[in-house]
């Protein structure tokens, strides 16, 4: 690196330290987390807030650099939010949820946190995500402070028990992937993502992973069972019917439908002509691959998702192979991926009449704006540490180079629009934390790629869940701490 820039690299990190301070939200006197976004210029909205999601790239960031209390204390009083009784009352969040986002509000003097778990939000929209990343956020905590008698209090439990308890029950539908509504997660608005979306199943599966590792055997044999049965079905589910390759898109292009009866090849009755084939058959680089977006009914979603892709590869949830596929298709389709600003939320848009029906004409989710594939720039902590877990650190060095050229510049946008992300989104809120923290947190896995051992997984290995309850907490330490 030439001096100038590293004295511009050394210059926009200050800033965006200096940045990120002023978005510590403190609460009697305690910090307890990062408000969405710090921005004068425009209306609040609910961007004062304390978001779980968001909140993710600041945690990681703060236990490198061993500011482990604020993440302590976010961890401390998001699980005083989490509801622990049964709840009669059907517009009351579940038992076990975790909550969208919170505030700290002074009535009387007295501050208290008040949370969302999506009744106040825009549309309603559940955050069915919170509680995944909650526990991916307390595992990492486990990590970077080897405090494994943190997560052993019983309070933090009973957190991990009624989050395990509400995602394994089982429902209406016979997959192991998890069904949810419309704008469950990162993508909070209506664009399509309803049933059984990559990056819920993702982060489904790194939470599974994460609680295996938490929650003590004695006492929860049945919970503990139960992830051990569904880790490898999931696994399986999701590395079979969600991969999109040139091999598969053949097959699936030749599928027959209407297939009855157990020995079905086209399980879900998939018809080639709902899917845009000719489009991938030209963009598909023979090296490359992808997980889908969504699977179900007779519905096989190509869009690329960014999100659900790149936590597949660091969870390991995607195989070996298919981990380098991914990688191999954000390289080669670099202009299409990453553009001006890494990167795209998705990947193609929805235009046309499919826009319309798809996001209900949402004026904000317009083609190649926001959610319908905009780029944001949050996501490239995910893409430097799939690029860590993957060996492929040139890909993180290229786009960290990329978004170093605007992030400051533009005063850290929540995300840009356009084909390639050149415009500045829309309604983007400036001084965003997660576009921030995203930028900040990339750079710490390019300097020391072992950083990811907060949010990675290595291979799973299965074994009886009976026998694994068998070993003494002793071994469960060494199983997590290494
Ligand atoms: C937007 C995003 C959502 C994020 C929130 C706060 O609603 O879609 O993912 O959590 O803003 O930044």
Redesign the pocket.
């Known amino acids: 690196m030439q001096l100038n820039e590293l004295v511009s690299a050394n210059k926009i990190e200050t800033e965006a330290m200096a940045a990120l301070e002023k978005s510590i939200l403190y609460y009697q006197g305690r910090p307890v987390g990062t408000v ?2 710090v921005d004068d210029s425009s209306d609040a909205l ?2 004062d ?1 304390v ?1 779980i ?2 909140f993710v790239s600041s945690a990681l960031l703060f236990l490198i650099q061993g500011r482990t209390d604020i993440v302590r204390n976010f961890l401390e009083e998001t699980l005083k939010l989490q509801p622990k009784d049964r709840q009669l009352n059907a517009y009351k969040p579940a038992r076990g949820l975790i909550p ?2 919170f505030k700290v509000i002074v009535q009387n003097g007295q501050e208290s946190l008040e949370a969302d778990f999506g009744e106040h ?2 549309a309603r929209v559940t955050p069915v995500d919170s509680c995944l990343w909650w526990l991916i956020v307390l595992r990492a905590y486990v990590v970077a402070t080897q405090d494994l008698s943190f997560a052993y209090q019983p309070q933090f439990q009973e957190g991990i028990r009624l989050i395990m308890e509400l995602c394994l029950v089982h429902r209406f539908d016979m997959y192991p992937t998890l069904l949810v509504p419309d704008g469950a ?5 209506r664009l399509g993502i309803y049933g059984h979306p990559l990056e819920i199943q993702s982060l489904f599966f790194t939470a599974l992973r994460a609680a295996r590792e938490l929650l003590i055997c004695k006492g929860n044999q049945d919970l503990v069972e139960g992830i051990d049965n569904r880790l490898p079905l999931l696994r399986a589910h999701i590395r079979h019917h969600y991969w999109i390759d040139i091999n598969r898109l053949n097959a699936i292009y030749r599928f027959k439908g209407e297939e009855y009866g157990k020995l079905a090849v086209n399980q879900f009755n998939i018809y080639a002509d709902s899917l845009p084939y000719y489009e991938l058959d030209k963009w598909l680089p023979r090296s490359g691959g992808y997980l889908a977006g969504n699977v179900g009914p007779s519905q096989l979603d190509t869009r690329f998702f960014s999100l659900g892709n790149l936590m597949a590869v660091i969870s390991d949830l995607a195989s070996e192979e298919q981990s380098q596929a991914v990688m191999n298709l954000i390289e080669k389709r670099w202009e299409d991926l990453i553009g001006d600003m890494p990167m795209k939320i998705c990947y193609p848009a929805l235009e046309g009449d499919e826009y319309r029906i798809v996001t209900g004409c949402d004026p904000k989710n317009i083609p190649w704006s ?2 319908n594939a905009g780029s944001w720039p949050v996501l490239l902590w995910m893409l430097a540490a799939s690029a860590a877990k993957t060996n492929r650190i040139s890909i993180a060095q290229n786009a960290i180079e990329v978004a170093e050229l605007r992030l400051l510049e533009d005063e850290w946008p ?1 995300y840009y629009d356009g084909k390639k992300g050149r415009l500045i989104g829309k309604q983007a ?1 400036k001084y ?3 576009t921030i923290t995203g930028l900040l947190l990339a750079k710490q896995f390019l300097v020391n790629p072992a950083n990811i051992s907060l949010v990675s997984f290595d291979p799973l290995s299965f074994g009886p869940a009976s026998r694994a309850c068998e070993f003494d907490l002793g071994s469960v330490d060494t199983m997590l701490l290494g």
């Open positions: 969405a976004a609910n961007y807030q978001f999601r968001d969208a986002s939000a825009i997660c990162m993508i909070d608005r926001y959610h929540e809120r965003q934390t997660w």
